[in-house]
Structure formats: structure tokens, C-alpha cells
């Protein structure tokens, strides 16, 4: 199969969503520069968002926002360039890894590329919890990829060769415990239809067990102790939204049964 090869950045479009992304979204596009064409999709922002956006030479859409899949296939309709980056707006380019893109030749082009992601966590980078192996499928050619339709961890199905870039894409997930407990409530709930729509049964086991399991894999075999009081409070986070997924599970199945 013939592929293409990066010439420069100019044929890289980039692709940002946000909602409500004030503290967050400055510093993912100052690390833009150079890139052929940069488009963000809005949630309906009620903070200074849109405001930060138009700043910046990039295009803003306003969209109702129905699942994150939706959004980005969207986006990858409007673009004009077939390579595509897709970014979060708690996300931002190191130095090294746009050198990286930019570096890409004829011999080591595919349809797609992996990215290791270096997840920050109150203020602190997280090395072990699990996050070390985190990897996300953001570059890649639009006419080869599109978004799956999940609830929650959505992620390009690439018809093709994928490889895999040895810089990390920074990521500011959680700047304080309220963002997490909102996020987690969030995904929760996503979780929890998820798990119904696919035939799950009345998870009473599941949230027995599968929350403290978390947090043993994630503390004690993933070394999470290492990462020390934010990692004891991530691993704790983690085993809880676990069980206010299944607990979310429960209460939907039940009510669905009784009505």
C-alpha cells in the first residue's frame, strides 16, 4: 500500500474540543505553531473559552455536544488537510514530539501513530498507577480513521498500518480533587448505560469486588506507591469510580424493571 509522507507541519490539520476549558485551553494551542490549519469545536462554553480561542489563529465552531465520538467525527468532515491531529484541551505538544511529526519521512510513514501520554495529577506527573502505560491513537490520516461511537474512551478504528512515537503528549487531566469527583460522576454514568445497553446483569458482585481489585492492581502490582500520597489518593479515586458505575448500573437496572 502507498503512503504519503509529512512534508512539514502545514499538512497536519489539528483537531481541539472544549467545553468550558478557560484553564486549559491557552496552553494546548501556544503549542501549535506551524501547523496547517487548527480547528476547535465548543460545547457551548459559559467561561472565557471562545474568548482565549479567537485570540488564536484558529477556527471555533459551537456545537450541542452528544458524545465526545460525535464531536470528532464531525470536526474530521470539516478539515482540509488528510493528516489529522486530535487533541483534548487538557492536552499539549512537548517540544520533542512535534519535532517528532515533523521528522517523518518516506520510511517510516504509516496510516497512524500511537502516542504515549505523561499524565498529570495535582500539580504532579504520575510515573506508575498504570498511567505510564497510557496511549492514545491521535495522529493519523482522516480517509483511513474514524471515531468508534462509545460513551466514555472512545477511539479511532484506523484502517491500516499504525506506529508508534517515541515522545510523550503532556496531559493536565486534574488540577484539583473537585475536577476529578465531577469527572468521575460523569463517566459514571456513561459507564453505567454502557454496561446495561451491552446485557449486563445486576452488577451486587461486581461492586464487591471489582472496586478494591482496582485499587490493589493500580497501588500494590502497578506500583502506585511510588507516586506517593497522589498516587494513594488516584488509586483511591479510581477503585471508587469503579463502584459508582456498577452502583449507577444497579439503580438504572432496578428502576428500568420496576417501571
Given at each position: ?116 501520554r505523561e ?10 498507577c498504570g ?120 439503580e438504572r ?7
Open positions: 500500500m502507498e503512503v504519503s509522507a509529512f512534508v512539514n507541519l502545514c499538512d497536519v490539520s489539528v483537531i481541539v474540543t472544549t467545553c468550558d476549558e478557560e484553564a486549559n485551553i491557552a496552553r494546548c494551542l501556544d503549542k501549535l505553531d506551524g501547523f496547517g490549519e487548527i480547528i476547535v469545536v465548543d460545547s457551548f462554553s459559559t467561561d472565557r473559552t471562545l474568548d482565549i480561542i479567537r485570540s488564536y489563529a484558529a477556527a471555533a465552531y459551537v456545537r450541542p455536544y452528544h458524545s465526545a465520538a460525535q464531536q470528532k467525527n464531525w470536526a474530521l468532515d470539516c478539515v482540509r488537510n488528510d493528516w489529522v491531529l486530535i487533541l483534548d484541551a487538557d492536552e499539549s505538544l512537548s517540544s520533542g514530539l512535534t519535532n517528532e511529526i515533523r521528522g517523518l519521512n518516506d520510511n517510516d510513514a504509516r496510516d497512524g501513530y500511537w502516542m504515549f499524565s498529570h495529577y495535582l500539580g504532579s506527573p504520575i510515573r506508575r498511567w505510564q502505560r497510557d496511549k492514545v491513537l491521535r495522529l493519523f490520516k482522516r480517509s483511513r480513521g474514524r471515531y468508534e461511537e462509545k460513551a466514555v474512551h472512545e477511539e479511532v478504528a484506523l484502517r491500516g498500518t499504525a506506529g508508534i512515537l517515541k515522545n510523550k503528549l503532556q496531559h493536565y487531566p486534574y488540577r484539583v480533587l473537585e475536577q476529578h469527583f465531577d469527572k468521575i460522576n460523569e463517566y459514571s454514568s456513561r459507564g453505567a448505560r454502557d454496561y446495561l445497553d451491552r446485557g449486563g446483569r445486576i452488577p451486587l458482585l461486581r461492586m464487591l469486588f471489582n472496586p478494591p481489585f482496582r485499587f490493589l492492581r493500580m497501588y500494590v502490582l502497578q506500583r502506585g506507591f511510588l507516586d506517593g500520597s497522589k498516587g494513594f489518593i488516584l488509586c483511591l479515586m479510581s477503585a471508587y469510580s469503579v463502584f459508582l458505575k456498577y452502583a449507577k448500573a444497579w437496572k432496578i428502576c428500568r424493571d420496576a417501571s
